[in-house]
């Protein structure tokens, strides 16, 4: 059935805007609260005011978080077309625009949906082991962020020890906190392990990812949520892209010329976890070992040699998970 009509709806915590575009012409608006019962009111009115079946209108919306949890579920139950877009890639595709409400931004995000309708990415909910392994990766990420909070506090005293007692009290606190966070955190690893050993298909993915020297298990993790089972993307260099890790050229001309840079619009989390891997892989795999000191031997800059570096970890990472092999120490891999 032919698309008619491209919902946008901006989400917050508590409310939803809705607006409704047919030929690029906002024609309805709503708003209403953030819970089932008036989700499931609005888009029922909607059918009614547009006589319209759901089938031929798409709801477009920006990943949110957790924000829009339950509007993907109920929109999911009524076998709905779902358009789940970054928030940046609306932003920038509106090119240079002022001013910003939530009645403005449900606008835009229709109009969004409606230009760009013969791309449209409709959303393919992933496997419910996928949403879990993601929801204890998140918890994972918090927890490393207090320990960091409480080794930061503790480095600062003992660099400037300047009142005892104040020293006393943070070490206490501190020391306290962050043995029950490492507890946590192994327990929370250790659950990550299970659950990926529980399925088959993910145990298989993630010992093909595993078997690269210096990829541990946060990482495999988070290359499999983030790509979903290594769907989302048709090839390495889009992941590539996603992590951050593909420098761009940007001239014009005579007047404008600089060195290719990585864009800062990337996955921060991944890009985080690849610079330790290839920390790791520096030490344990022989071939990046060799292609780190080949680059500077022909005085290439250290900093672009190791962005390069998470360029080919993340191809070979792909590879493997789309070729469902493991890492041979024996076959030279395309590291030039």
């Known amino acids: 059935m032919e698309t008619q009509y491209f919902i946008g709806i901006d989400i917050s915590k508590e409310s939803l805007n809705w607006a409704v575009c047919s030929a ?17 009111k609005t888009v029922i009115s909607l059918q009614r005011q547009l006589n319209v079946k759901l089938e031929s209108a798409v709801f477009c919306m920006e990943h949110t978080g957790i924000y829009h949890t339950r509007l993907l579920k109920y929109l999911l139950s009524r076998k709905a077309l779902i358009w789940l877009e970054s928030g ?21 995000i229709a109009r969004y949906a409606y230009k760009n309708r013969d791309e449209i990415k409709l959303y393919v909910p992933p496997r419910a082991i996928i949403d879990q392994l993601d929801n204890l990766l998140d918890i994972r990420d918090r927890l490393v962020k207090v320990r960091q909070i409480c080794l930061t506090a503790l480095n600062e005293q003992k660099s400037c020890e300047a009142n005892k007692t104040l020293t006393k009290d943070t070490k206490k606190y501190s020391a306290h906190t962050l043995k029950g966070v490492e507890t946590d955190l192994l327990t929370l690893e250790k659950q990550i392990k299970e659950l990926i050993d529980s399925d088959p298909q993910l145990k298989s993915l993630f010992e093909n990812i595993t078997s690269i020297p210096g990829v541990g298990t946060v990482t495999a993790a988070k290359c499999i949520v983030i790509t979903d089972e290594f769907k989302k993307f048709d090839n390495a260099k889009q992941l590539a892209c996603h992590a951050g890790v593909v420098p761009f050229e940007n001239s014009s001309g005579t007047s ?31 071939h990046f070992k060799a292609y780190y000191e080949r680059k500077l031997k022909e005085g290439k800059n250290k900093f672009t040699v190791f962005n390069a570096m998470k360029n080919k970890l993340v191809r070979l990472i792909f590879s493997l998970a789309k070729q469902g092999k493991k890492y041979d120490e024996n076959y030279t891999y395309s590291l030039v």
């Open 24 to 40: 690029n012409k906002i024609i309805l608006e709503r708003v209403s609260g953030n819970d089932i019962k008036s989700i499931t």
């Open 88 to 108: 940046s890639q609306i932003k920038y595709s509106m090119g240079d625009v002022r001013g910003k409400n939530d009645v403005i931004d449900a606008q835009r």
């Open 256 to 286: 404008l010329q600089s060195r290719p840079k990585v864009s800062k619009k990337a996955h921060k989390g991944i890009k985080a976890t690849l610079s330790n891997c290839v920390m790791s892989a520096m030490r344990y795999n022989t």
